[in-house]
Every structure is written in structure tokens, then in C-alpha cells.
């Protein structure tokens, strides 16, 4: 469980490079990978995550560009 190793959730406008993306689909974690790059876009900054697509290889992906849908993206951190 996420709690359970320090993580704590942080509000997208507050997103470091190193924290956790949770893709959450109707309540369940379908996705996760790790924030690697934050870029400039207009008035914000897109997550850029590194993860794991099934059997394929690693991808650096925009944070909504993945095969994996998701109703809400979390991010989380690790505080120790």
C-alpha cells in the first residue's frame, strides 16, 4: 500500500520530477510510473512519465498519452 511506504499525495499544480503517476480507472490503480520531466505548456507544465507498457518496452510518454485510460491521474511522494 502506497500510505504504507511514506508516500503522500500531492496536488498536480505541485509536481517534482521523481514522484509517482497513479493512473486510477473506476477507483483502481491501472498504471503507474514515475514522473521524469516537467514541460513548459502554455500557463502549465506537462508531466512526462517513464512506465512500463505490458510486454512492451519502457516509455517516456506525455502523462495523458498512454494505451492506459484513467479517470483521475495521482501523483504521489515519497517523504521520509
Not at 34 to 42: K, N, W
Not at 45 to 73: F, M, N, Q
Request: contains cysteine; aromatic residues 12%; glycine residues 4%.
Amino acid at each position: 500500500m502506497i500510505a504504507q511506504d511514506d508516500y503522500v499525495k500531492v496536488d498536480a499544480n505541485d509536481i517534482h520530477v521523481g514522484d509517482i503517476a497513479l493512473y486510477i480507472e473506476s477507483g483502481d490503480i491501472s498504471h503507474s510510473g514515475i514522473v521524469v520531466e516537467l514541460r513548459p505548456a502554455f500557463t502549465t507544465k506537462v508531466p512526462w512519465i517513464l512506465s512500463k507498457w505490458g510486454d512492451a518496452p519502457e516509455y517516456i510518454h506525455a502523462a495523458r498519452e498512454c494505451p492506459y485510460t484513467a479517470d483521475v491521474i495521482e501523483y504521489y511522494r515519497i517523504v521520509r
